[in-house]
């Protein structure tokens, strides 16, 4: 299944932390991820939904953190960048639970999982997991703290002004934004405060970013170069043999990412990306892409449009948006 609704248009926030993609920069030379970073929130374990045909949970983008070893796909998650050789590049898992029994938390964490927890790597490294999990699930990560929090706890005592009214109002729309179909922005049935995900996977048509490091990285990592594309969901599922059957239906598909903090920055000059790729650099970038991507003519169907800088599908001259305020398109 594959929806097309128009995008998040109000955003509150809550304390989770900053993400942004990476121009350059990792462990290797040279190399970078092929993703903007995802800020990973509490996620059902992946599965295949019968009734509404799609999948479910599991985290990173392509949704390879399934939860079905341990349980908890941000505890898998968070397992992950110690190894990849695009992030810290470390040689394997004994190598990072020496690094945590000799480090500086080696006591509390011997102390909560126990004297021998560092005598096996196996436990140890899923007990590393365990505890990055239980950080990003406490009350310092998630404090629900916003002014959109402190609403939904008591909209007469902590009210929203007329403009976050308006935007909470289009958010929820149904017949027009259309962003909390796929961005729940409502209390739980048990009064749990909203992550602004419904965890599953969708195909949004995004351009292809050109200044995604990828393209330039080594063959060793990436062997189509500048022809690579990302199969998203489609390309972990293949990887499953119980699954693959699934795959041709979910390429390209990214995980719903949550909307909290979409746009919280440490300063002004940070900049932030948007999209699995990272291709948006502003909401207001990425607002307009929704707006126009179904109702652009494609670039083919009109000569010279390049040239012309016609306002077209799929791709947007960022710099002219960010300049001018209104986003050209071309091929």
């Known amino acids: 299944m594959i929806r097309t609704s128009a995008g998040p248009v ?67 998650q968070a397992q992950r960048p110690f190894l990849n050789p695009v992030e810290h590049n470390l040689p394997d898992p004994a190598t990072v639970v020496s690094k945590v029994c000799i480090g500086a938390y080696s006591d509390q964490f011997k102390g909560y999982f126990g004297n021998a927890i560092c005598e096996d790597v196996v436990n140890a490294y899923n007990a590393i997991g365990q505890a990055l999990l239980a950080y990003e699930k406490s009350a310092e990560v998630n404090a629900f703290s916003s002014r959109y929090d402190y609403y939904l706890r008591g909209p007469q005592k902590y009210p929203l002004n007329k403009q976050e009214l308006k935007g909470l109002q289009l958010f929820a729309d149904k017949e027009r934004a259309k962003c909390s179909e796929c961005h729940p922005s409502a209390l739980g049935e048990d009064g749990s405060f909203p992550l602004f995900t419904d965890f599953s996977y969708d195909n949004l048509g995004l351009p292809k970013n050109p200044t995604n490091p990828t393209y330039q990285m080594p063959t060793e990592f990436n062997p189509d170069g500048a022809t690579w594309v990302d199969p998203g969901l489609g390309g972990f599922l293949a990887t499953v043999p119980r699954l693959a059957h699934f795959a041709p239906a979910n390429q390209g598909l990214h995980k719903v990412p949550t909307l909290r903090n979409v746009d919280k920055r440490p300063d002004s000059g940070f900049v932030k990306a948007f999209g699995h790729n990272g291709i948006f650099k502003s909401l207001k970038e990425t607002v307009h892409f929704y707006n126009t991507r179904d109702v652009l003519p494609a670039c083919e169907a009109i000569p010279n449009a390049q040239q012309d800088k016609i306002n077209l599908s799929p791709f947007p001259l960022l710099s002219t948006y960010r300049s001018t305020g209104a986003v050209s398109r071309s091929p």
Do not use: C, K, N
């Not at 926030?13 to 929130?41: C, F, G, K, L, M």
């Not at 985290?59 to 390879?64: H, I, L, P, S």
């Open 10 to 76: 109000h955003a509150p926030t809550s304390t989770r932390a900053v993400r942004s993609i990476p121009e350059q920069s990792t462990a290797v030379s040279a190399t970078a991820s092929h993703r903007a970073p995802p800020t990973p929130p509490p996620s059902p374990v992946l599965y295949y939904d019968t009734d509404e045909e799609l999948f479910i949970g599991g985290t990173f983008w392509d949704g390879r953190a399934t939860g079905w070893l341990m349980g908890e796909p941000v505890a898998e």
